[in-house]
């Protein structure tokens, strides 16, 4: 069982550009969170998708969206990248009862 | 607004000794408590959880303290070891909502360093 994985590990961006993260959930799950983890703060939720469509959604704006593919897997877009969009960004997978498995995480550095 | 509060926000620890992490929430909706290790560079990786039913969940050297009265639970990290040194973070989650399940609240977290 590969567990959760994530791609890419890091990468750079420049300010006002669109970057996609991706996530493979763990065999077994159909649930996918997405969280931001500002350096040295604790993971902040973005949003969740559940059967391909987004179920809730955390205090972030318009410019972060994403997208849950039939495979379950799942792309994290956020357009017009900002410097404090600088983050390790994380992605869960679950399934009831509740027990969440996160990857290893996209560092993103925007420039 | 946090919705989870962590302390304290570091600790050193001598080897063999106990490290002891508090979070209080606000929400009553909340009815699972999971606690979270995360190395340098990786994900958080769950360690132990508990939910409102019990007082207390012990697996191995971990334990969960629950105080529904208070708000409050704590963990525990007993016969500490320099491999425990990692950032800890307690969360929180409503799981009786679908509205709601899956999100999870987290603290600000702990920074554990447990010397030799």
């Known amino acids: 069982d590969a567990g959760v994985t994530q791609s890419p590990t890091h990468l750079i961006k420049t300010r006002g550009q669109q970057v996609t993260l991706r996530c493979s959930p763990k065999?077994?799950?159909?649930?996918v969170s997405w969280y931001q983890q500002a350096l040295g703060q604790g993971p902040q939720f973005i949003f969740q998708?559940?059967?391909?469509?987004?179920?809730q959604r955390g205090n972030f704006p318009d410019r972060f969206s994403g997208h849950q593919f039939p495979n379950y897997s799942s792309e994290l877009n956020v357009n017009a990248l900002l410097l404090g969009d600088s983050a390790l960004y994380l992605c869960?997978?679950?399934?009831?009862?509740?027990?969440?498995?996160f990857g290893q995480g996209t560092r993103l550095t925007v420039v | 607004q946090q919705q989870v509060k962590q302390s304290p926000q570091s600790l050193i620890v001598q080897k063999g000794g106990i490290s002891i992490i508090n979070c209080a929430y606000e929400?009553?909706?909340?009815?699972?408590f999971p606690w979270y290790q995360q190395f340098p560079g990786k994900g958080p990786a769950l360690l132990i959880a508990?939910?409102?039913?019990?007082s207390e969940k012990k697996e191995g050297r971990f334990t969960i303290s629950f105080n529904k009265s208070a708000k409050q639970f704590s963990l525990h990290i007993m016969d500490s070891q320099p491999g425990d040194s990692a950032t800890y973070f307690c969360?929180?989650?409503?799981?009786?909502?679908?509205?709601?399940?899956?999100?999870?609240?987290f603290g600000a977290g702990t920074q554990v360093v447990v010397t030799p």
């Open positions: 869960a997978s679950s399934s009831p009862p509740m027990q969440a498995f």
């Open positions: 065999s077994g799950h159909d649930t």
């Open positions: 998708y559940y059967e391909e469509e987004e179920r």
């Open positions: 929400n009553t909706a909340f009815d699972y």
């Open positions: 508990i939910r409102p039913d019990v």
């Open positions: 969360a929180a989650s409503e799981t009786m909502t679908t509205d709601s399940w899956g999100k999870l609240q």
